[in-house]
């Protein structure tokens, strides 16, 4: 039995937690990246998952919808996607430079582009190519983190090789979550399960937002390595 409702009462529920979405993408985006236009792709993979939901597979509506949700909004980006190739390595660089930062350190960008020897610009394109990957739930972060469209080229749903790869990463990805220290957890709860902003977090835990963006790359970066046995 197919999920019954109005399409303008379902956007009108789902609004809030897609502005929450978006706005948690716009943090870490280049100015000229329009909120609204992310809240619009939101809403269209909205009504593009009440259109291909079938419940017969067992996924809650939500749970489906607000996947959809951020994929159309990944799909924006990456059609947006002004960034050279380059970038690729800036990125590589500038997790390792956050990664190797003592738990109190904080650097800036002046910083960050003076120690990787680059131009300010180019630490606002690095920190777009990371926020691209950054909305989608961890598992999925981690499928993508590498090769942008690997996930979308190659997965179906019940292809047996992919979904044995997802329930690996899923199980590593537990286990080094387990191992990160508390407030790693929780800044990790706050933005993937409570879905607050890096406003509202760096509001909880007393420091400023751009350095909730920073822990929250690092936290990543950190668990990478501990899925890929390099920690």
Known sequence: MKYKINEEQLVMEFLPKI????????????????????IQEGIIGLLQ?????????????YTYALKRIKGSMYDYLRRIDWLPKEIRSLVKKYEDLIYECKDNEYIDDNSVAEKLRIEKHD???IKFSLSKRQILQLDEYFLNNDEDNWVEATQEENDPEILAYKDILHDKLKES????????????SLYYNEGLTFKEIGSVLEISESRVSQLHSAILVKLKKMIQGSE
Do not use: H, M, Q, W
């Not at 979550?177 to 990790?188: C, H, Q, S, T």
């Open 123 to 125: 630490v606002d394109k």
């Open 177 to 188: 979550i387990d191992k990160l220290k508390e407030r790693e957890k929780l800044i990790l």
């Open 49 to 61: 998952s009440y259109k291909r939901y079938n419940p017969e597979k067992g996924t809650s509506f």
């Open 19 to 38: 502005k929450i979405i978006a706005l948690n993408l716009k943090t870490t985006l280049p100015k000229n990246i329009d909120v609204e236009d992310l």
